[in-house]
């Protein structure tokens, strides 16, 4: 990056932030070295990696955010906590969907956008879910909508113990356990 001609004052700030970079990667490497130390401590972390898309942190989050998850009695339950369902203003027969309710966690709120973008791409199945999504309802509805279907499934792997084994079958059967998850 150095090697580009850039206007003075424009490699000035080129090389502030080259230095900042240098100084701020080791603690980026210690960080993370600290938190794949704890998903090895926490077998539901370990788990709940093994989903495409879910990394380290995202797991580790999820697993502490929800605590036990017995304390919830479905999905439903799940994403409302986590703020991934529409808010609603309704009267008499009017029925108002609007945007999400934001409550809950805006960091694992982040993450599983992030993670669910990720298994977007990289899982055949999730892709053409999120490409109906996108056309009917626009991406960033899209990628809320794949957000909280990630948490919903997250949320069985864990209250179920369920590991998620990549088969390459074009259900939804992708866990060890027969019984589909999404009916």
């Not at 206007?7 to 701020?24: I, T």
């Not at 090895?40 to 605590?67: D, N, S, Y």
Request: charged share 25%; aromatic share 8%; with cysteine.
């Amino acid at each position: 990056m150095e090697s580009f001609r850039l206007a003075p004052w424009a490699s000035r700030r080129r090389r502030d932030l080259l230095e900042l970079m240098d100084r701020l990667n080791p603690t980026i490497t210690e960080l993370s070295q600290a938190i794949e130390q704890e998903v090895e401590k926490c077998p539901g972390a370990k788990r709940l990696m093994r989903h495409p898309g879910v990394g380290a942190l995202t797991a580790l989050a999820f697993v502490l955010i929800i605590g036990k998850a017995e304390r919830f009695g479905s999905g439903k339950q799940v994403a409302s906590y986590l703020g991934l369902v529409p808010l609603e203003d309704s009267s008499g027969n009017r029925r108002h969907l609007g945007h999400i309710t934001k409550q809950g966690s805006s960091m694992m709120r982040f993450l599983l956008v992030e993670a669910a973008q990720v298994t977007v791409r990289s899982v055949p199945e999730w892709r053409s879910n999120y490409l109906h999504l996108m056309m009917r309802r626009g991406r960033k509805t899209a990628k809320v909508a794949m957000a909280r279907k990630l948490a919903v499934r997250l949320y069985w792997m864990m209250r179920k113990g369920w590991d998620y084994i990549s088969s390459g079958a074009s259900s939804v059967r992708d866990f060890t356990d027969a019984r589909t998850l999404f009916p």
